[in-house]
Structures are given as C-alpha cells and as structure tokens.
C-alpha cells in the first residue's frame, strides 16, 4: 500500500513551490550588462584618443604659423654684426633672444652681447662657489670675478649722460682693452686648475665654453666697431 501511495504522489508539485517559485538565474542579463559596459568603455577611449589627436594636430598648427620673433631688418643687423666673431651662430642665437627692439643698431647689439657675457660668468662663478675650496677652485674664483668686473666696466662705459659720446676712439680701446682681460682670465683660471692636477678640468672647460665664447663675442663687437658702423653709415659717436 505504501508503495501505491507512493507513486501516487510521484510527479504532483509541492504546493510551497507554487507559492513561492524560485528566481531565474541572471546569467544572460549579467553578460548582455558586461557587454555594454565593454562597448562604452571602448567607445569613450576611441574618442579621448581622436580628441588628443585634433589637439595635437591643432597645437601643431598653430606652432607654425606663429610669426617670426625677428624683423627681417633686426635679423639682418645682428647677423652683420655677429659675422665679425669668430662664434657668428652663437652670437646670433643669444642676442636674437634678447633683442626686442624691430630695428637694433649696433651699439644697442653690443651692449647686449656685455649683458649675455655678464650673465654667463655670473652663473659660473656661482657654480664655483658650490664646490669644495681647494686652491686651484680659490684662485678660479678670483679670476671670474675679475672677469665679470671687466665686462661691467665696458657696460659702464657704454652708459653716458644725454650730448655726451658714447664711442670715442679712446673708449673703444678702453672696452677692447677690459674685454681682452675678461677673456685672459677665464684662460688663467683654465691654466691654474690643469696646473694643480685637478680632476675637475675637462668639466670646467665644458661649464666655460658659453662664458668663454659670449666674452670673445663682445670683443669681436668692439674691435671691429668702426668697420660695423661704416656698414650701416654710421661715424664713431
């Protein structure tokens, strides 16, 4: 009897099923959510790339049609002068970066060739005195400051009092004169650091070649002065 009783219960549904069916699993909705979320990720990279490239390709082209810094007249005169140095591109490069007037005369491109030789020796006497004080360094010291007092000294000159002339024939050779000095003096200290046996030599000579070339800049200017200002027709003032 147990046995009939029991396959007549065999296949009805359990009413507690009925009252409370059991959820369907949400695999297809989780994997159709990741997709999208794929889509979405991927579609947002697309466009930050395509944005960054218009940036880039819009950047680009405002770079190049940006204006020359230089007026065709102020570019020519610095060339003309810087042609007389034996360092025509870097005399070129460091006035052209400092020039602001559209039509330089050669005096004012002197007095900044001083400006950009002070400057230099400036930074490499301060470079100096980081280091440890041996003698040799000591005596290097001595020697750029000396320097940078010379190129000041020719500045100076450069400065005069309204009527007063700017560029006597005496003057001119006071300036080559203390232009001459400044250079000699970063030689010395060159010849006292490899004559010490300091290791530091072929590093300053690297630090000195802009101070080295600015100094001998100016006094290419100064001692070709009268021939660069009969090239533009101006007398010696």
Known sequence: MESIN???GYGKVNPETLANPEPPKPQKRISSAVAISAVI???LVITLAIAALIHE???ESHDESQPQSLSNSAESTIKTVCNVTRYPDSCFRSISALNRSPNPDPEAIFKLSLE???AELSRLLALFKTVNSDPATQDCVSQLEEAISRVNDSASAMRVDPGEKALTGDKVKDIQTWLSSAVT???TCLDGLEEMGSTAVEAVKSEMNKSK???SNSLAIVA???GILDKFNIPLH
């Open 116 to 118: 950009i030789s002070a």
């Open 57 to 59: 390709s819009t950047t």
């Open 224 to 226: 070709n002065f009268k």
């Open 41 to 43: 990720c991927l579609t």
């Open 6 to 8: 029991h396959l007549k």
């Open 185 to 187: 003096d970063q030689e």
């Open 213 to 215: 070339e600015y100094s």
